[in-house]
């Protein structure tokens, strides 16, 4: 298995790390949430409740691991 096939999988199969834990951590090290945790945190537009922090962090962390993923894939031709 190629270097890059190695780093894909890793990203992409979570081999190796917790990727809740991860952002557990990332999000914990911002101190302007004082301390509340993203299930306690909503995104809130136009007096419309959108989604929790947590979820969006989940989803945006996807998003970046997948646009980070394609990046590396497109090294591996």
Not at 31 to 47: P, Q, V
Not at 49 to 56: A, P
Request: glycine residues 6%; negative net charge.
């Amino acid at each position: 298995m190629s270097k890059l096939k190695s780093i894909i999988n890793y990203f992409e199969l979570e081999e190796g790390y917790d990727k809740e834990e991860i952002i557990t951590d990332m999000i914990d090290e911002i101190k302007e949430l004082k301390g509340y945790s993203a299930d306690e945190i909503g995104l809130i537009w136009d007096d419309e409740e959108l989604m929790t922090l947590e979820d969006f962090v989940n989803k945006f962390y996807d998003k970046i691991i997948k646009g980070v993923c394609n990046v590396v894939k497109s090294f591996d031709k």
